[in-house]
């Protein structure tokens, strides 16, 4: 149970430049408490002592406020091993040149999480930021015909992927790179390494954000995403039956385990106003604020049906780009403008 109690503590320390914790990355070999005295076994990848320092300060700190601990001693040892931290063999690295990184996600399919992502991405452009969307739904990609593009990414003298863009936003998808209604049937490790490269090997230039666009569930390339890139908080989309909010909640799991922080929830489909001004609850109501209230999390806005959104995702025309005055693209704006006082 002490020992229990110095890796709550050591939870609390975060690799410098990231926002997950010592501890998740699998920096922290060794934790015991002995007479009063918190020793500390860190082994990092790579050789950055700048990095080492402050984690070490950052330790002891952490275990000073842990009952019991009259003494810290922390012990640091390198790998020879270049890169960042390492976890489960993989070595997350934040892109050159993008600021914030922000999944958005949900438990299950059919929820219109990629209708937010596109939209949001339109949205953050139109306050004057550098948007990219990176669509990580290897087996049913979207974006390519939500945004409107056909085109294929170049290589530039780097080597590298140099994304495509649609209504001022950088866009990189799979649907990019194979022929259209080709079916992608590939394993785990596959998938996991393509976004791997997604973010490696691809010339995102200076962005302020980055969405990523994360398929349903919690498999390989959330997990992917996650082990890869630092993210800076996830977004969940739901609909308010209780039908979505139960595997919602896997999802907040899931982040919350690989300690990425949950910028809020969005109630997607919240309700239908009819002809007249008559508002029908088609899914119910309110069940993504509640979920939000019960959690502890941010309720960042309700998107009602509009038939505007559905249109122009269908023609690669999305509301918030062609058409921002309209009420369909001002739910967006609402949000994403909530997004970006949170992420800075």
Request: aromatic share 6%; glycine share 14%; proline share 6%.
């Amino acid at each position: 149970m002490t020992n229990e109690l110095l890796l709550q503590a050591l939870r609390q320390v975060k690799y410098p430049g990231y926002n997950r914790d010592i501890v998740s990355f699998g920096l922290v070999k060794n934790a015991t408490l002995e007479d009063g005295v918190a020793r500390v076994t860190l082994h990092l990848t790579g050789g950055n002592r700048q990095a080492a320092e402050q984690i070490s300060a950052d330790v002891e700190r952490a275990l000073g406020q842990v009952a019991g601990v009259k003494q810290a001693q922390v012990e640091v040892g390198f790998s020879a091993a270049s890169g960042g931290p390492a976890a489960g063999g993989f070595s997350p690295q934040r892109a050159p040149g993008i600021r914030r990184v922000v999944a958005v996600a949900s438990g299950k399919g059919g929820v219109g999480k990629s209708t937010v992502s596109v939209n949001l991405a339109c949205a953050l452009r139109h306050l004057g930021a550098a948007v990219g969307l990176l669509d990580c739904d290897i087996y049913g990609p979207s974006i390519p015909l939500m945004m409107g593009v056909r085109g294929k990414p170049t290589v530039n003298e780097a080597e590298k992927l140099v994304p495509v863009s649609g209504h001022g936003v950088k866009l990189m998808s799979m649907g990019f790179l194979i022929d259209d209604d080709a079916p992608v049937i590939w394993r785990g490790p596959m998938i996991m390494k393509t976004i791997q490269q997604f973010i490696s090997d691809v010339d995102w230039g200076q962005l302020d954000y980055l969405l990523v666009d994360l398929p349903p569930g919690t498999g390989d390339a959330q997990l992917s995403l996650c082990q890869t890139v630092p993210l800076d908080g996830g977004v969940i989309v739901t609909t308010p039956q209780e039908a979505s909010l139960g595997v919602v909640r896997k999802g907040i799991a899931m982040f919350e385990k690989v300690n990425v922080p949950i910028l809020g929830i969005v109630e997607n489909m919240s309700y239908f106003e009819a002809p007249g001004g008559h508002r029908v609850e088609i899914f119910g109501h309110g069940g993504g604020r509640a979920e939000a209230e019960r959690r502890g999390i941010p309720f960042l806005g309700e998107i009602p049906i509009f038939v505007e959104i559905r249109e122009g995702g269908d023609a690669g025309m999305p509301v918030t780009a062609i058409s921002p005055e309209k009420p369909a693209s001002q739910a967006f704006a609402k949000i994403a403008e909530s997004l970006r006082q949170k992420l800075g």
